[in-house]
């Protein structure tokens, strides 16, 4: 069976034109062509890549943090309430009134009580300024170095400036030692964002996060073993052009340079727009959509491929859209909030906070007025731009 389903999986008729074979792929023998067995290498690279990010976050981005003046804020703890806690743990972290009511009765706080405590609880499990900085540093570092390995790569290919050529002599075109390596760095580190997901900092858009790395990897493997190198470069070099500019611009907003911050965001933006709503549309998608036909009648892997491309697009589109209303608040002068962040989890007032501390406190289960452990007034309320 499980012969029969890897048969099927791989017939030429599904991957590739009606009058190719995977032999066709393979090329002559005294050139090298991608296979698709190579793609196994970026499992074990995709863990390098874990490995070298957990050193770099160490020894790297936490002294570039110091460097920085990167400083956690303050944050005031939740006093110990188990009857507050396994609610919090087992059934909801935003109780609706009804549930405020019974908790109050069961856990001996007043509603409002019971309501800052579960305030501060999930203010507690919000990532730190410092983790979020080093995660930013870490992906500034592997897009730009990226971005500028991707440019040498294409830079000087003919269909780097006419995008037509891509499909010349389909699909005899030979794998250089550059375009492999390139491949294999961005798919080992797509997938090694992959497999970091639940622990890396969570925002808005966390379903659409985990949808583009899933098509991103399924377009980079797809494109490598049907011979879509040329296309697949481009595709990838366009992606990490604003990329590294969004990372750095969460650094500077990490360390309070709000107006550096604001001022790389805005020119985020516009290479965002440029790269994603224009070229990639426009060129690209126009590249792997119509002007394959002039090669080949459409089969399954066309159809496949561009699905992945559309749905990519479809994200660029909702970011665009995201971009685009804080891009307009920094113009105006507004405070902006982060469109992406986790921000709505810090939503108590600093001055709500600093009165508790003195007055209406929190008390653990089985008292009724006992004092807030661990609790500090939370020293500033930083509205941050980016996330």
Not at 81 to 90: A, D, G, Q, W
Not at 317 to 323: E, G
Not at 359 to 370: H, L, Q, Y
Not at 379 to 384: C, E, R, S, Y
Request: hydrophobic share 45%; charged share 20%.
């Amino acid at each position: 069976m499980f012969q029969t389903l890897y048969n099927y999986f791989w017939w030429d008729r599904l991957w590739l034109p009606g009058n190719l074979t995977w032999d066709d792929v393979q090329g002559l023998d005294d050139q090298v062509y991608s296979k698709a067995a190579h793609l196994y290498y970026t499992i074990p690279l995709s863990f390098v890549f874990l490995i070298v990010r957990h050193f770099f976050e160490i020894y790297v981005a936490t002294p570039l943090a110091g460097l920085l003046n990167v400083k956690d804020k303050t944050r005031l703890k939740a006093s110990p309430n188990p009857v507050l806690e396994k609610f919090y743990s087992t059934s909801c972290k935003h109780p609706k009134q009804a549930a405020v009511e019974a908790l109050s009765k069961k856990s001996g706080c007043t509603p409002r009580q019971v309501e800052r405590w579960f305030r501060r609880r999930r203010n507690q499990d919000r990532p730190s300024l410092l983790k979020k900085f080093r995660e930013a540093s870490w992906r500034f570092t592997f897009y730009l170095i990226a971005f500028i390995a991707g440019m040498a790569v294409i830079v000087d290919k003919p269909w780097f400036y006419n995008v037509e050529e891509v499909w010349d002599d389909y699909p005899n075109q030979a794998l250089l030692p550059s375009q492999y390596w390139y491949y294999m760095t961005e798919l080992s580190f797509y997938l090694s964002l992959l497999f970091s997901v639940a622990s890396d900092v969570k925002r808005k858009d966390f379903k659409e996060q985990v949808i583009h790395h899933v098509a991103t990897i399924v377009l980079i493997s797809f494109s490598w073993f049907t011979n879509y190198i040329r296309a697949g470069t481009l595709i990838m070099a366009l992606h990490d052009a604003s990329d590294y500019l969004l990372e750095s611009a969460k650094m500077f907003n990490y360390a309070g340079w709000k107006n550096t911050c604001n001022s790389i965001f805005i020119v985020f933006a516009v290479v965002f727009i440029i790269t994603r709503l224009i070229i990639l549309p426009f060129w690209i998608l126009h590249c792997t959509m119509i002007s394959p036909l002039k090669v080949y009648r459409p089969f399954f892997g066309y159809y496949f491929f561009n699905s992945m491309m559309v749905i990519l697009q479809c994200l660029h589109v909702f970011w665009a859209y995201l971009i685009i209303r804080m891009a307009q608040k920094f113009i105006t002068g507004k405070i902006v909030e982060d469109e992406r962040s986790d921000r709505d989890e810090t939503d108590y007032s600093v001055e709500e906070d600093e009165k508790a501390v003195a007055a209406d406190t929190v008390p653990s289960a089985g008292t009724k007025n006992g004092p807030l452990a661990n609790g500090h007034p939370v020293l500033n309320n930083n509205h941050q731009k980016v996330e």
